[in-house]
């Protein structure tokens, strides 16, 4: 088992969204740092990709920002190798298929492991799909997250007894990007998610605001923030871990308003 | 591993958001494929709407210049909206009508796939919505005004290089964001499992009537056929009857922009590799880190980093070959057939017309050629003039 069940032993988890590289790899850094911080309980890294079709325009935009800075595969294994000195909270990479596919599955996901990357997000991989990358996930111990949308009905329970380390609820319909309001009814999701699995479930997908994590949190065990963040690297660029930090404490004390996982034995205070 | 494979291709890459919607699809075409009320209300909108059978026509000068085997020319061109994209189109839209959908949704690159389906959403009563790349609508400015008088929204996307990959990713974006009432109207032989599958099914009508009306006219199958590929519906289309036939040699032409050795090209199975992108494993331009190349093409329509998986397949088992066509080779047959059969084809279908151009004079003349004008060129007359260097504009 990956470290990814510890980022839920402490109440409610916080996850930050980052797109490594935007603007450089030396922000990644800061911001990183910035958000183990401020309460950042697990950090999906986002590795860029040239096409993310799951994206909305404002992590499309940090993608390009990023690809033309030039940032290369090896050279984010290289900052996370770094991170890894000091950094101990789990970490997951996000990206796309072909991201990794294109690197080599087996090599990529090695890596993986040896960086002390805990999971992988593949937004373009769904149930049907995992079996190109599976088998190399569990035998590095890197859990594949599997994703939950509002449309999934009948496969909730297929999904959610084969998932590992965390399942991504996704909101709402379409891309990421800011919502103002979500009107699915995550609670019903969760309840036929509990009913086949004991796996933490942390929704993401359109929470930008305080209130609305609070909400969120309170019918699942962890709320991922991305685009919110991203706009505001957009707004300060290699400034922006302190803006960046400050809106991650406001997050992080508003999920911990919200009761934990009951399922979950709280583990050491770290 | 998920269905709708060929080979180590194809397949279902797509956000969980939309696998409930594929699936509900796929279903829904294996019901209506072998329903007859749907199969014959198909064929009359086929016959009687977009004026099939396209007649498969003995280019008799071109053969008499070129010199070499007899040229056919099966001509796409000549159906209602001016392109083969119409005969995918009425079959998907009366299956998204029959799913209970009222609103149409596609991608297009030069303008032809989006007019079919503004056509035919007018037709069925659907709303329809079109995502172009920005630097496309200039390139084809008359097809956006088309598609708008036919009472298409059309939506210019800028992301990315603004051409028709960047359509397809913003289409199912959309898709992603409303599926109750939407069908995203895909226009080639690519995408997630079942697209390639439904759209080949519905062009494979191209390669049963040149098949039947060469058996007609020739009393045998030709030796070669020959067709454009971007995604590759026409060329998929144009072979697949003939797959079975090993005699018949199976051309693809992809579009190499300023050449293969330049990175100006969107020649996908000359210059790509193995990737996952747009729901499907295939051939794709792409960096070594898995960056999808931003490609080029003189031909809107062709001007794709991808191709389909079936193409994928056919090449990695040999049964097909592919072959790259430049900007200026596709242009001089433009130019060619224009003057030799008074036919313009598309500037697409030209890349098919030059290579037929290499091939026929090293061939017998007992040998039969067919080249699928996947069709019509008028829309490109001004963008061919401006590449002569006459400043034309619609």
């Known amino acids: ?270 | 591993m998920s269905q709708g494979r060929f080979g180590i291709h194809g397949g279902q890459y797509i956000p969980e958001t939309l696998m409930n919607a594929v699936i509900e699809l796929e279903e829904a075409y294996n019901h209506y494929k072998q329903d007859p009320d749907f199969n014959r209300e198909l064929t009359e909108l086929l016959n009687e709407y977009a004026g099939r059978p396209s007649r498969l026509y003995f280019a008799r000068k071109m053969t008499r210049d070129l010199g070499g085997a007899k040229i056919y020319l099966k001509r796409e061109d000549l159906n209602h909206t001016g392109a083969h994209k119409i005969n995918n189109v009425l079959g998907q839209a009366l299956l998204a009508k029959k799913m209970g959908k009222t609103r149409l949704i596609a991608e297009t690159g030069a303008g032809q796939h989006g007019v079919a389906t503004a056509t035919a959403a007018a037709l069925l009563d659907m709303e329809c919505v079109v995502f172009m790349g920005v630097e496309d609508t200039v390139r084809q400015a008359l097809n956006v005004y088309r598609m708008r008088l036919l009472g298409a929204e059309v939506i210019p996307v800028a992301t990315g290089t603004g051409t028709l990959k960047d359509a397809v990713s913003e289409a199912m974006r959309e898709w992603t964001s409303r599926i109750s009432d939407t069908h995203y109207c895909l226009g080639s032989v690519m995408g997630p499992h079942p697209f390639p599958t439904i759209v080949r099914d519905f062009q494979a009508v191209i390669s049963r009537e040149i098949r039947e009306e060469m058996l007609k006219k020739e009393g045998r199958l030709p030796d070669a056929v020959i067709a454009c590929v971007g995604g590759g519906s026409n060329a998929i289309g144009s072979f697949y009857h003939f797959i079975g036939d090993e005699s018949v040699r199976l051309i693809g032409c992809e579009a190499a922009g300023r050449g293969v050795d330049t990175f100006e090209t969107a020649a996908t199975i000359a210059t790509g590799r193995v990737g996952i992108f747009h729901g499907m494993k295939s051939y794709f331009c792409q960096d070594e880190d898995g960056q999808i190349a931003p490609v080029y093409s003189i031909s809107a329509g062709l001007d794709y980093p991808g191709v389909g998986p079936e193409h994928a397949y056919l090449h990695d088992i040999g049964r097909a070959e592919y072959v790259p066509v430049t900007d200026d080779e596709a242009v001089n047959a433009f130019e060619y057939l224009a003057r030799m059969e008074g036919i313009i084809p598309a500037i697409e279908s030209a890349h098919a017309v030059s290579y037929a151009m290499k091939l026929a004079p090293a061939m017998s003349e007992d040998k039969i050629i067919v080249i699928t004008i996947s069709g019509r060129g008028d829309k490109d007359c001004a963008a061919i003039a401006r590449y002569r260097g006459e400043d034309i504009h619609e």
Do not use: W
């Open chain 1, 1 to 270: 088992m990956s470290k990814i069940k510890e980022a839920f032993r402490k109440g409610k988890a916080f996850i930050p969204f980052i797109t490594c590289g935007d603007p450089d790899l030396e922000t990644t850094a800061a911001l990183v740092r910035a958000a183990v911080a401020n309460g950042a309980d697990l950090i999906e890294l986002g590795i860029p990709f040239s096409d993310p079709t799951a994206e909305g325009p404002v992590i499309q935009a940090a993608n390009i920002r990023a690809l033309s800075g030039g940032i290369k595969t090896d050279q984010i294994f290289e900052f996370v190798r770094d991170m890894r000195r000091d950094i101990t909270v789990p970490m997951v990479f996000m990206t796309y298929a072909n991201v990794v596919f294109s690197y080599g599955a087996a090599g990529f996901i090695s890596t993986c492991r040896e960086l002390g990357i805990d999971g992988l997000i593949l937004p373009d991989l769904p149930f049907e799909e995992k079996g190109e990358f599976l088998p190399l996930c569990r035998e590095q111990g890197v859990d594949l997250i599997s994703m939950i949308a509002p449309t999934s009905e009948d496969r909730i329970g297929m999904i959610a007894r084969e998932a590992e380390g965390f399942i991504y609820l996704v909101s709402s319909l379409g891309v990421t990007g800011v919502r103002s309001r979500i009107t699915t009814d995550l609670s019903a999701i969760v309840q036929v998610i509990r009913e086949n699995t004991s796996v933490p479930v942390a929704v993401g997908f359109g929470i930008s605001t305080p209130d609305q994590a609070k909400k969120m949190a309170a019918v699942a065990d962890g709320v991922i923030v991305g685009s919110a963040i991203i706009k505001l690297m957009e707004q300060y660029g290699k400034e922006s871990a302190e803006p960046v930090g400050a809106y991650i404490k406001s997050m992080k004390e508003a999920v911990s308003q919200a009761a934990a996982h009951p399922d979950l034995p709280a583990g050491p205070d770290v």
